[in-house]
């Protein structure tokens, strides 16, 4: 069973719009971390945001925020006012006792 | 500039061959790993150490082999017993692996192609 979900597989928006990429998790364990990382085309894994699974607290970093929903198991992340830059394969992942990763969500940001 | 590096950038095999890709570190880590990715998948572990001189299978060992001599380096070997080896390689490490709150730093990949 995939323990990290991602139902979009890919995302086109034009610049300025919001994107928010979807993230469902499943693990046993009470204690666990959630991590979202950035892939752009040259291809090294870019750590963007992290979460404890006893902080429901939403925030919101620069453009980046995030809402995280224990009762749903879910880990959804927000890029406002996108740019050209973020152009990027977006993954979420899980930290029980190992680090899992969901399948991406390519994101395109059009000019 | 601490960070992780991963050479060659570009790797091309001819099938039967065995060929290691290289991982250095300087971030002070104790664990490293080791990922494989596949056009349109997630990541998926390959090995991993945790200090030097040990090392685990992840979830897709077979055909792979790994080193940890050094805290710095976490070679993998991909042998001619990977049956589909070409795929994206990332290499990782972190302050340890039980923390399941410490976040992984990647290096910039190797793309290995079996011609």
């Known amino acids: 069973a995939q323990k990290v979900t991602q139902a979009q597989t890919e995302i086109s928006v034009v610049e300025k719009e919001d994107v928010t990429l979807d993230c469902v998790y499943e693990?046993?364990?009470?204690?666990?971390?959630l991590f979202w990382y950035k892939q752009p085309p040259s291809g090294e894994l870019v750590f963007l945001i992290r979460?404890?699974?006893?902080?429901?607290q939403n925030e919101i970093s620069g453009r980046y925020s995030w809402n995280f929903q224990k009762s749903t198991s879910s880990f959804n992340f927000t890029i406002t006012a996108s740019q050209v830059v973020d152009s990027a394969v977006y993954f979420c992942?899980?930290?029980?006792?190992?680090?899992?990763f969901g399948a991406g969500t390519t994101v395109t940001v059009r000019a | 500039d601490g960070g992780i590096t991963q050479s060659p950038k570009y790797l091309f095999r001819k099938e039967g061959q065995n060929v290691t890709l290289s991982c250095e570190q300087n971030?002070?880590?104790?664990?490293m790993y080791w990922y494989r990715q596949d056009p349109g998948q997630g990541l998926r572990l390959i090995y991993y150490s945790q200090i030097v001189n040990d090392f685990q299978k992840g979830d897709i060992a077979e055909g792979y082999s790994v080193s940890r001599e050094k805290k710095e380096s976490f070679p993998l070997t991909v042998t001619s017993a990977q049956k589909n080896p070409t795929a994206f390689y990332l290499c990782?490490?972190?302050?340890?692996?039980?923390?399941?709150?410490?976040?992984?730093?990647f290096g910039p990949g190797t793309r290995l192609t079996v011609l």
């Open positions: 971030l002070n880590h104790d664990a």
């Open positions: 693990t046993r364990d009470t204690t666990y971390y």
């Open positions: 992942a899980l930290n029980d006792y190992k680090l899992s």
């Open positions: 979460r404890n699974s006893f902080d429901e």
């Open positions: 990782a490490s972190s302050r340890e692996t039980g923390g399941v709150n410490n976040e992984q730093f």
